[in-house]
């Protein structure tokens, strides 16, 4: 009845609601995954109560198309839940974000892919009643494996983009949702959360010089040839009066953010230092990575909510031509996407991945709290780089200090 649709609408806006209120800015990636989690167990749900639902006299060829609708449903879903709610334990930190590599993992999703076309072709034959609750279980957790077992592979500075495949997912479990219920908005909407979140995927994964195909059968930033370089040399410490006294000579200047900036809620003040610059006739800019931080658009959403202008945020295809013109490079929180191992070492597990290439301006400072690997597990040769100087300790506190010198 409307009675009960009204109400259910009105409960889960409002948690919905709380939830997103609640929610800081440096913890939406795991809201925007659990949410997927929520539309993939929405259309298990929707599929199953289609399956068993008595009132459909479907025969025939109509029967066949529902069903196959159905088992598409609930596939999709399974998987899209399964995976989601790994990525968001993966990216609030409940499990090692590390990557679990099985023995021959692609066999075993091969394996399971095939189980589940075997299992369809069942599903499909049954002639009694409710016979087809049997396949359709055991695929439902074929499915729920598969999604586990995809996201718990992938490894490495790539959780954007899982994040952004798992939001295409979720647009084909709703379309597929919508065919069972002969709902065209549903449809339309599920296609076109599902087209975009692929193109996505496919534009990150091109940035990354990743191959599409192996993000979706896991595994994706974990592979090597060999032994990777051991980073050695001697790391140059900088303070904030000396950072500050850097940035006051300069006159371009360029921002590079990452995710420590997003843990240390520092964008606010990295804006007043941009205001304070500019006011001084400072060039100020800020490169953005594709992959930064934990989701698609990461960083230009908290640039965003700092009311950083937006004429001069770059992408990195805009400015990687340009360090040699850079006086000053501030690196926050980020390191495997300004990672030379990438360009220099074959054998290093982000190998081939474009990055920002900061250590071609005059002096690169870089804000940390240690010197600890990124997301990657990758040593950074730029931290010993003869122009490269270490501010060590919490982003925004730091930022505030050479804010306060600045102006001092």
Not at 1 to 14: E, H, P, T
Not at 42 to 49: K, N, P, R
Not at 141 to 166: E, Y
Request: aromatic residues 6%; hydrophobic residues 50%.
């Amino acid at each position: 009845s409307y009675g009960i649709l009204l109400g259910a609408l009105v409960i889960g806006g409002s948690i919905g609601l709380f939830a997103a209120k609640k929610v800081a800015m440096t913890q939406m990636p795991e809201l925007v995954a659990i949410m997927h989690s929520l539309v993939g167990m929405a259309a298990v749900l929707v599929g199953y109560a289609n399956f068993m639902d008595t009132s459909l006299t479907l025969t025939g060829v109509e029967k066949t198309i529902h069903e196959v609708e159905i088992y598409l449903g609930i596939l999709i879903g399974a998987v899209t839940f399964s995976g989601s709610v790994i990525a968001f334990c993966k990216l609030s930190e409940k499990i090692s974000g590390k990557p679990m590599l099985l023995p021959a993992r692609h066999w075993l999703n091969l394996g399971l892919l095939i189980g589940a076309i075997v299992l369809c072709g069942m599903f499909l034959h049954q002639t009694e009643s409710g016979g087809g609750l049997y396949p359709l279980g055991i695929m439902t957790v074929i499915a729920l494996l598969f999604g586990i077992h995809m996201v718990m592979a992938i490894g490495g500075a790539d959780m954007p983009v899982v994040v952004s495949m798992l939001n295409s997912y979720s647009g084909w479990a709703a379309a597929a949702t919508g065919f069972m219920l002969n709902n065209d908005l549903l449809i339309v909407t599920g296609a076109l959360v599902g087209s975009s979140g692929a193109i996505l995927s496919y534009i990150m994964c091109r940035a990354m010089n990743r191959h599409f195909l192996s993000v979706i059968a896991g595994g994706f930033g974990t592979a090597s040839g060999g032994e990777a370089a051991v980073i050695e040399g001697e790391v140059h410490p900088i303070d904030a009066e000396e950072t500050a006294r850097l940035l006051m000579d300069s006159k371009n200047i360029m921002i590079i953010p990452g995710y420590g900036m997003a843990v240390a809620q520092a964008q606010h003040t990295v804006n007043e230092i941009t205001k304070f610059l500019r006011d001084k006739g400072k060039k100020v800019g800020f490169g953005i990575h594709p992959v930064a931080g934990r989701m698609p658009g990461h960083m230009n959403v908290l640039l965003a909510e700092a009311k950083v202008p937006y004429d001069i945020v770059y992408e990195m295809d805009e400015i990687n031509e340009d360090w040699d013109k850079v006086d000053v490079s501030i690196v926050i929180g980020a390191n495997d996407i300004v990672n030379p191992s990438a360009l220099d070492d074959p054998n290093s597990p982000i190998a081939g991945m474009p990055v920002l290439e900061c250590w071609k301006g005059d002096t690169t400072i870089v804000m940390k709290r240690s010197m600890a690997s990124g997301y990657a597990g990758v040593g950074n040769p730029l931290f010993v780089k003869d122009n490269t100087r270490m501010l060590f300790g919490d982003a925004n506190k730091m930022l505030q200090e050479v804010l306060k010198a600045l102006k001092g």
